[in-house]
Structure formats: C-alpha cells, structure tokens
C-alpha cells in the first residue's frame, strides 16, 4: 500500500491526504500540500568512495562521423543524456565521473557543471516546461536545479536509485529504487508520497497520460498499477516464468499506448507481455528474444496512427509487434545488442530510431521494414539516447565519454 511521508506537523496544520486531482493539468493547490521538506545540501554527510573494480571497456574505429556535435566534458563512460523539451539546444548529461552537465549544442564553452553526488550519475531529465533539470545517482542521491541559473532548488535521498520521471504536465518527480518503492515527489516544495512495493527491485515505470496512475514493473516479475491520487494500486499483476532463476522473471522496461489501453513490459528472459491495464488482465505473451537469455532491454509504442510496438533485445533482435491483430508484423536483426529505442513522435510516421551497444545510430521505416539510414561516429557502446520534441535531432551517450548529437 502506498503511504504518506511526513515528518511531524507544524501547529495549525492540516494532516489531511493529499489531493492529486488536478495532476493531469499541472495543479497541487497549496492548501493541500501538507509538508515542505526543507532538505540543506551541506547537511548531506558524504561517505568515502568504495573502490570500484575497472571494467573493460570496448572500443572500435569508426569510418566517419555523422554527428553534427559532440560534447566531451566527461571523464569515462555517459550512462543519461536528454534534451530540454523547449530547446533541443540544451541537453543534460550525467557519466561515471559522479558529475552531470547542462550544456548547450555549439557551445563548447558554456557547459555548467552540476556535482555533489556520491556515485555516477544514471538519471537526468528536463521539466515538461525546461524549468527544472532532475538528476539523480546511483546511490541514491537526487537533485533538482533551476534551469538558466544552474541554482539547488531541492535535494533528497532514497536507496539505490532505478530510474526517474518527471509527470509530463506538472512539476512532479516520480523515482524507483531497489527496495522496490516508489517516490513522488511535488517539486520544489518537497511534499512527498512513496508508494511501497514488496520488497523487491522497481526495475521501469511509466506515467498513464491521463496523468492520474503508474505502472510499474518489478524485479520478482510483478506489475502494480498506482493510482497516485489515493496511493493504492489499482491491480497487481502476477506472472511466472516456469524457471527457478530469479533474474529470469525481471521486469526492466515497460510503455503504455497513448490511449491508455494497453500497457507493454520487456522481461529478462526474452519475452512480452501485453496487459489491459483497464482490467489488470494478460492480454498475451510472447517471445521475442533469440533465447531465453536474450533480455528485452526497450520497448515503446508508436503513435496512435499506427497500432505497432517496438521490442528491441540485447542480442539485437528488432521485432514490429502489430497491436490490432496482436501478430507479429516484422523483425530485423542487428549485429549488437539494441540498448533503447524511440518512435518518431510525429503524428503520422512509422519511423523507428534505435541505438547499439556498436554504436550505431540507426532510423528505420516500419512499415517497409527497412533500415533506411545509419549513422556513426561513437568509439564504443552506445549506452543511451533521447529525441527532441520535433522529432529531428537525437542525442545519445557512450562508453567512449562523449555525448553526440544527430540530425534525423
């Protein structure tokens, strides 16, 4: 059951749960807000780094480079890049180094450095309105910082951090972490909600664009679906492997169509399932790995004018999965692994962008099923990429310490 954070009431204050109705347009009305969590970064006691073991890094040669930029400002691998959704200018990065930075494309000069974190940096995003940068690291450390003056707005801690989200209408934060809870967080008054798994890893999320539940996918295999406004979820869906492996029935990716009406989740043992998130039911499972070890490491809907999904695994298997007629439409395989994907978010296309651990970039046309373009320029394994509100510039991070941008 999800719960409410709080800390002791001020005198005069109100303990009445908090209303989220008015989520899906932006609004926490003030009077419902019923603690601010005034967090001082100084009083943040830093531990001493673990020394961590040095792992082998792949790199190749490339013919050319099709970037259009690259940022070089970290120091090893650069594990989160995204673009600031009202300029696809700005990007924000955050690497190994324990480090992120808000720079912008053509700027070499003008990167801001935002640190005191206490591991490497695997989470960062921009706002719905590019007011605030989240980042977050991997033990567990957020923080928020208002875009243009770079200033600390807000800071927490949790455990082991998984992912983070922010709500696509409002100035609220969502996160996973390994001890299977969920946080949410209103931003920058720190009012907060967590909503408790059962113990095990929330491995993915994802906001319903009703702006009202969340799903979340889970390291035992489970799905629960939030509803954010009373805390409790709506259904938890339960599924079994048929294998006495644990990693096998991982959760680690997951997406919900733009109606609302089906929601998607990739598995570590190769295989997706379909859920009617209106009646918490398994619509179908399949699998599309090359074994049961090949992971489904993306997966992502396409725009409502074409009823497709797209499931890429870390053998590098590409698979077009037709919703209509719940069939398989098309597959492609690639050299290496397939790390994250993303559907043009222009109404009418069919265009799929993907990036590999081989560092390609590459643009496919689902419904010929055809790769239609290929670009190069990264020296290693390309760990993540992002696309700009219009759909025509990508940017991605690598294992070589840069961050690149593409024109699409």
């Known amino acids: 059951m999800g719960e409410q954070k709080r800390g002791p009431s001020p005198a005069g204050s109100n ?8 989520l899906e347009e932006g609004v926490i009305n003030e009077e419902d807000v019923v603690e601010v969590i005034n967090l001082d970064d100084d009083g943040i006691e830093m531990s001493e780094d673990e020394e961590e073991s040095e792992e ?11 970037s259009v930029y690259t940022f070089s400002g970290h120091k090893g691998p650069v594990f989160c890049c995204r673009i600031n959704p009202v300029d696809k200018t700005q990007v924000i990065t955050g690497g190994k ?39 977050g690291d991997l033990s567990g450390v957020i923080k928020v910082f208002k875009v243009g003056d770079q ?19 409002a100035h609220v934060l969502f ?27 929330n491995n993915c999320g994802v906001l319903f664009h009703s702006g009202d539940r969340f799903a979340c996918g889970y390291a035992d295999g489970t799905v629960k679906i939030w509803n954010l406004k ?7 869906m339960s599924e079994t492997t048929g294998r006495d492996d644990e990693v096998a029935m991982m959760k680690l990716c997951i997406d919900i ?68 007629t719940m069939s398989e439409r098309s597959s492609l395989s690639f050299p290496d692994g397939i790390v994250r994907l993303a559907w043009s978010p222009l109404v009418n296309s069919a265009i799929l962008h993907t990036v ?12 010929s099923n055809t790769v239609i373009k290929k670009q190069l320029g990264h020296t290693s394994n390309i760990l993540n990429m992002d696309l700009s509100v219009d759909g025509s510039t990508l940017v991605s991070s690598s294992d070589d310490s840069t961050a690149k941008v593409y024109t699409l």
């Open 15 to 22: 303990n009445e749960n908090v209303d989220f109705e008015d």
């Open 56 to 66: 082998e890094i792949r790199h190749f040669e490339v013919e050319k480079d099709d």
């Open 97 to 135: 180094d324990d480090l992120a930075y808000i720079w912008k494309v053509g700027e070499p000069s003008g990167a801001v450095k935002l640190d005191g974190f206490k591991d490497s940096v695997t989470e960062a995003a921009f706002s719905h309105d590019g007011m605030y940068a989240a980042v």
């Open 151 to 169: 200033g600390l707005v807000w800071s927490f801690e949790i455990d082991d951090l998984n992912w983070l989200k922010w709500h696509f209408g």
């Open 175 to 201: 996160a996973g972490d390994i001890s299977g809870s969920m946080w949410m967080w209103q931003i920058p008054s720190g009012m907060c909600k967590t909503f408790s798994g059962d113990g095990k890893s």
């Open 230 to 236: 009373t805390s409790t979820p709506v259904y938890t």
């Open 257 to 324: 169509n733009k109606s609302d009406q089906m929601l998607m989740t990739g598995g570590a043992d190769g295989n997706v399932t379909f859920y009617n998130p209106k009646t918490g039911v398994d619509i179908c499972k399949v699998s599309c790995g090359r074994d049961a070890s090949d992971s489904i490491e993306a997966v992502s809907f396409s725009p409502p004018s074409y009823h497709l999904a797209a499931i890429g695994t870390l053998m590098g298997n590409l698979t077009i999965w037709d919703i209509s």
């Open 356 to 367: 590999s651990l081989d560092g390609v970039v590459a643009t496919i046309d689902a419904r």
